[in-house]
């Protein structure tokens, strides 16, 4: 882990807004770690009130009332009897006693979060945790019948009772709500076909062979069993942590949807079969651009709607994300911190949001090729759209205006949009890799947190989870089952798709910390001989890019060989090196100190001068670095600290040549510590940069990539 600014002051801040932030709590709790409380329990709650003798039930029924009576941080979204009643009835029951053990493990499950959550928690599109069945909860703020704001838990009328919510107990917080929550048991497939209002997309997916496609990829591997892997145990920085292997092995997606009715209105495709040819045509105008080289192949036609070059097939592939954002649309950009206090307030993990909206890349099915996901908060970049809104490749800067596609958060109410293996929202235009989107809205700096590069994350809800607003105890790691903060993770070989290691090694995800000198919180590290491979996202267009790695360097990191394809590149990367030290720039007066607010003060005066700012850039890329991003920081307080000023921070050049966007292209890390280096030859990857020439190359003093 990176040191911090003023450790006693951020203990301190800690313990005051501990109690106020959620803290991480998935599993039920061990024997062991049962207290006993003169209080009353969540399982207290649901005996004593005869208003909720249904649910308690199926709770005892399920034998999980021993757990709320146990200690834990849990959610229990409690249904009345009048929505039982209403359950039975829909299901063709006359009493509880016809629901069986599993059924009822079921809807307890359904119904029960390992985290505390309040109404006022309850601000974004899901609960940050999924329940215990590891589904998502979706929430929506809206009003009941008599005019009161409440929280809606889905799109089909469920919501916490007004007069009822919050009500705390030792171990829980109890929200009575008027129905009784169900997931769809279907696959994302399934889920599809069941709306009629999009029946010109599942005519397509059907056509194309997309459905047959997706339908034969398992959604889970049952072949993995976490319970087989031992805990890791491990040292960074002066932490010594431990990290579990991921509970579950999942496969999803993410689907973006054009509704019938837009594909009608605006480009008069009619609904279902019938416009399917017309779907076609419009597919061949986005795509034919992109692949000329195909329009004249067989499988370019119409009646071959199956094959790999078909504009049509290559529609479609390109509305699924290789992975399942859970519930909401949350989870598609970067964690919004909440409740931190004073300046923090609303902002995004580790950016400045007057300056960057956030951003997330991700793979989509169809090969070599990612959607950008902006959430729009920078009003300078906003345009003819809606801020607070998640766009579809996006770009509004100086340079281009494209509005992108806005992504609908919900549906209609009659239907479901999760499902086993898939979440899908509307959008409200066609969504293409065109030539536009290749060569204008993507032809940028992408920045990705190596959370969002590996699909496990997402799709397995292992990303950004946890209280970062607590730290763990240096010296005696919180070891039980459901640690108070959250849990980092380690992963098996062959856990992660595109990536190989071998050798006395591991692979470790730290989770999110406010304080860390980490982009969007978090950090993986390798530890051991470790030789590492993993496919680098797909760049849009051919060409020269430079391939860059963001970091922290820390005296107890170690040294790697780095390899591109195979080939090495230069020299071994010692993560042990300050921008500062005499083997890099020294004391200058481009990083005068080891005190950040000295060189910012430094910097903002080279920021105002064009070509002092491209000197300063050539100075740090001959030793092929680039200095930290003005528009990302870390915390001191309740401060930002940019990392423009940090002499740890700073991002190194892998790679700078040749990239074809046809071919996979592959980065290899392979140790070159002696010995056992540091805290074992710790190597850390933070943040992967894919940046085109036309955006890095420096020709003059108007001609400077911004140092966002």
Known sequence: MKAFNNIAMLLALSATVCTAMLTSCSDEPDQENFYTFTGEMASDYLKSRSNFSSFAAVVEKASLMDLLASYGHYTCLVPDNAAFDAYLKQHGKSSLDELTVSECDTIARTHLVGNMYSTMDMNGTQLHDANMLHRPVQTIQGADDDGNPVIFLNTRGCHIYYDLKDDSVENAI????????????????????????????????????????????????????????????????????????????????TIFVEKDSLLKAKYGIEPGQAGLRALYDLACTLYDPVFPGDVSAEGHKYE????????????????????QVQGGSDKLTPLIMQNTGKKLDGTTLGYDQNLLNPVDWHETLLPNTMAKVEYLTVPSQIGPSDSLQRYINRRYDDKWQFVGQKIIENVESEYVQDAVNGHYFYIDDVMAFSKDVQEKVQSMRIRMDFASIFPEMITNDLRQKGNYMTDDDSGTPDEQDTPTNGKNYYFPKGYLKDVTFTGNCAFVYRRPHWNFWSFEGDEFNIFGDYDFTFKIPPVPHSGEWQVRL?????????????????????????????????????LTDLMPSEN?????????????????????????????????????????????????GNWRTY??????????????????????????????????????????????????????????
Request: contains cysteine.
């Open 174 to 253: 109890m929200q009575p709500i008027n129905q009784v929550l169900e997931s769809s048991s279907g696959t994302i497939i399934e889920v599809l076909e069941s709306n009629p209002n999009i029946s010109t997309f599942c005519a397509a997916l059907e056509a194309t062979g997309v459905k047959d496609y997706v339908s034969n990829i398992p959604a889970e591997d049952t072949d993995y069993d976490y319970l087989t892997y031992d805990k890791y145990y491990y040292t960074s920085d002066f932490w010594k942590e431990v990290a579990w292997a991921p509970e579950t092995k999942k496969t999803g997606f």
């Open 651 to 708: 991002r190194r050049i892998l790679y700078q040549g040749q990239i074809d966007r046809d071919k996979e292209h592959y980065v290899r890390i392979r140790v070159a510590s002696d010995g056992k280096q540091g805290n074992n030859n710790e190597f850390m990857l933070d943040y992967l940069e894919l940046v085109p020439k036309s955006v890095y190359e420096i020709g003059g003093s108007d001609q400077t990539e911004d140092d966002l």
């Open 596 to 644: 950040e607010t000295t060189n910012m003060t430094a910097y903002e005066k080279i920021r105002q001068d064009p070509e002092q700012l491209a000197e300063s850039m050539k100075a740090f890329r001959n030793l092929g670095i680039v200095r930290g991003p003005y528009g990302t920081y870390h915390t001191a307080g309740d401060e930002m600290t940019r990392w423009a």
């Open 304 to 323: 071959n709607l199956r094959d790999s070059v078909n504009p049509l097939r290559r529609y479609m592939l390109y509305h699924f994300l290789n992975r």
């Open 550 to 586: 963001g970091f922290c360097a820390l005296r107890t990191r170690g040294v790697a060989q780095i390899y591109f394809d195979g080939t090495p590149q230069g020299i071994p990367m010692d993560m042990t090196l300050f921008i500062t030290d005499n083997e890099m720039l020294g």
